[in-house]
């Protein structure tokens, strides 16, 4: 049995090197913590845990102002259509690379965006579903959670949880009842952007389709 030698004043530390066994009622951590010597410095909060939920807070932002955001996107795609003669005049293939990165950047930032090419957000109450470790797009796998996270991942809120909750706060947020098609991988590192405005100048040309993006 290993013998527990006195703490010399001032430390909790027996000289033995043991660290002492902490007396009751307080923990192992909070003596360390106790006994830490005292300084001004302040470490900033880099505990796992908050690591983890700061990496998804621009993320459930953009979900819990979905509206706002279907509002902004909304006028966003307007300017963009009006836009198109410059783009056709230009050529939408050269007009591609600095889009895009300015789209993957905003996205990124915004979204946590994987540059799909195909946007679904204003489906998907501004959750990308491309964050789903199994990239489903028609809702969610059944293994999510009790506490409404992933199963794969543990700390993150199951997209398609918050997809719906985005989805309804948003005016047309029934769109994420929609069958979404398979993700057609060759559009990968394209711009949404780009590829919707056209779609809709395309669209406009024709009388018969009033359809809008
Ligand atoms: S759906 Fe695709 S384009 Fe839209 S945010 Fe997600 S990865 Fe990006």
Not at 17 to 33: L, N
């Amino acid at each position: 049995m290993t013998e527990i030698k006195p703490i010399e004043p001032g430390s909790t530390t027996p000289l033995n090197g043991t660290p002492p066994s902490a007396p009751a009622g307080m923990t192992q951590a909070a003596m360390v913590k106790k006994a830490a010597p005292k300084t001004a410095y302040k470490p900033a909060d880099v505990s796992p845990q908050r690591r983890v939920q700061r990496s998804y807070t621009v993320r459930l932002w953009a979900i819990r102002h979905s509206r706002l955001l279907e509002w902004f996107y909304a006028r966003f795609a307007d300017v963009f259509l009006m836009l198109h003669p410059l783009w056709n005049g230009i050529g939408y293939a050269r007009v591609e690379a600095p889009v895009k990165f300015v789209e993957k950047r905003v996205k990124g930032i915004m979204f946590d965006c994987r540059m799909c090419g195909q946007c679904i957000l204003s489906s998907t109450g501004m959750s990308c579903p491309m964050n789903c470790p199994k990239q489903l797009r028609n809702g969610p796998c059944g293994g999510v959670r009790a506490n409404g996270n992933c199963e794969v991942e543990p700390d993150m809120p199951c997209v398609w949880v918050k997809a719906w909750e985005g989805s309804r706060n948003m005016v047309k947020g029934d769109a994420i009842l929609n069958v979404q098609k398979p993700v057609d991988q060759s559009l990968r590192e394209t711009s949404a952007w780009l590829r919707v405005t056209a779609q809709a100048a395309a669209a406009r040309k024709t009388p018969s389709d009033g359809a809008s993006a």
